[in-house]
Nanobody, 122 residues
Framework: QVQLVESGGGLVQAGGSLRLSCAVS????????MGWFRQAPGKEREFLAA?????IRTFHTESLEGRFTISRDNAMYLQMNSLKPEDTAVYYC??????????????????WGQGTQVTVSS
């Protein structure tokens, strides 16, 4: 089992940056890939990026245009630059088995954090 706790959300002006953190704990983390998703009001949950815990392979969705970067040390992070109002959402970290990496569907992730709100003002 894996436990995930996000932090680092908040209010930022357009063009600014935020770094989200996800505290990760549990057993056999080497078996897992971790991902970041977001969900805006009235929209479906959207995949952003993923990283394998053991080999630190990364994958980012192309729609981010290089603005977001996933990384990890003992925790997992999402560095978000050049933020836009349309980035406003609740951001979630998630964990799923690393087979067939990368997995972009939320159904592939078994464990989820509680989410952290990011609001970008224009």
């Amino acid at each position: 089992q894996v436990q995930l706790v996000e932090s680092g959300g908040g209010l930022v002006q357009a063009g600014g940056s935020l770094r989200l953190s996800c505290a990760v704990s549990g057993r056999n983390l080497w078996r897992y890939a971790m991902g970041w998703f977001r969900q805006a009001p009235g929209k479906e949950r959207e995949f952003l990026a993923a990283i394998t815990w053991s080999t630190i392979r990364t994958f980012h969705t192309e729609s981010l245009e290089g603005r977001f970067t996933i990384s990890r040390d003992n925790a997992m992070y999402l560095q978000m630059n050049s933020l836009k109002p349309e980035d406003t959402a609740v951001y979630y970290c998630a964990a799923g088995l690393a087979a067939d990496f990368p997995q972009v569907g939320s159904e592939a992730y078994n464990y989820w954090g509680q989410g952290t709100q990011v609001t970008v003002s224009s």
